[in-house]
């Protein structure tokens, strides 16, 4: 893979909008006037509103709706119709049917807090691990893993990654130091994959 610096962010700011398919998080309202954190996949046929607390699948063909209380998620990703989740607190890798089942939970000590996800064209599941400065590639299985880069390729505290499926692109966000300042950056690193 070779690597090129793709831009800066103010440090205060999170990178989830990347490549064509939509990946956003932003706060929503729960019934009880809480705050929880969402976060939103689409294929251009499903779209998926997740939280810590439930998930909802949108049909954009008929725009039918369901509830997926079992589905609980820090990010989420679609990819062939199966919904892809980190567990930031559990430190998992979830893979459910569009109906919410329960496919495979992957769990492994190079995954420590891990916040965005993705998948390539082939199925294969790239998490970014927070808290141990890594990108893993979780097998499309989910019984194996292999981390792919680390603090020793640049990997700061990431928060989001993307991969274009078609080119091979990946961009990975991570935070950056500069020469003489204390203050650290956001920033995002491209790959070709």
Same mark, same amino acid.
């Given at each position: 893979?070779?690597?090129?610096?793709?831009?800066?962010?103010?440090?205060?700011?999170d990178?989830?909008?990347?490549?064509?398919?939509?990946?956003?998080?932003d706060?929503?309202?729960?019934s009880?006037d809480?705050?929880?954190l969402?976060? !939103?996949?689409?294929d251009?046929?499903l779209?998926? !509103?997740?939280?810590?607390?439930?998930?909802t699948? !949108?049909?954009?063909?008929d725009?039918?709706?369901?509830?997926?209380?079992?589905?609980v998620?820090?990010?989420?990703a679609?990819?062939?119709g199966?919904?892809?989740s980190t567990?930031?607190?559990?430190n998992?890798v979830?893979?459910?049917k569009?109906?919410?089942e329960?496919l495979?939970?992957?769990?492994?000590?190079?995954?420590?807090?891990?916040?965005?996800?993705t998948?390539d064209?082939?199925g294969f599941v790239?998490?970014?691990?927070?808290?141990?400065?890594?990108?893993?590639?979780?097998?499309?299985d989910?019984?194996?893993?292999?981390?792919?880069?680390?603090?020793?390729?640049?990997?700061n505290?990431?928060k989001?990654?993307d991969i274009?499926?078609?080119t091979?692109?990946?961009?990975?966000?991570?935070?950056?130091?500069?020469d003489?300042d204390?203050r650290?950056?956001?920033?995002?690193f491209v790959y070709?994959?």
């Amino acid at each position: 893979m070779s690597k090129t610096d793709f831009l800066s962010l103010d440090d205060n700011l999170d990178l989830d909008i990347l490549f064509g398919e939509y990946t956003d998080t932003d706060p929503i309202v729960d019934s009880d006037d809480d705050f929880v954190l969402a976060t !939103v996949a689409s294929d251009g046929q499903l779209l998926v !509103v997740s939280s810590v607390k439930k998930s909802t699948i !949108v049909n954009l063909n008929d725009m039918s709706q369901t509830i997926l209380e079992e589905v609980v998620a820090y990010r989420v990703a679609l990819f062939k119709g199966n919904i892809y989740s980190t567990d930031y607190s559990e430190n998992k890798v979830c893979c459910y049917k569009s109906s919410g089942e329960p496919l495979w939970t992957f769990q492994h000590d190079d995954i420590v807090n891990p916040r965005g996800i993705t998948l390539d064209k082939n199925g294969f599941v790239y998490v970014v691990s927070k808290s141990n400065n890594r990108v893993v590639v979780v097998s499309p299985d989910g019984k194996t893993c292999k981390t792919i880069l680390s603090e020793a390729d640049g990997i700061n505290t990431p928060k989001a990654i993307d991969i274009d499926r078609e080119t091979g692109i990946m961009i990975v966000s991570s935070k950056i130091r500069v020469d003489n300042d204390d203050r650290e950056y956001e920033t995002a690193f491209v790959y070709k994959i």
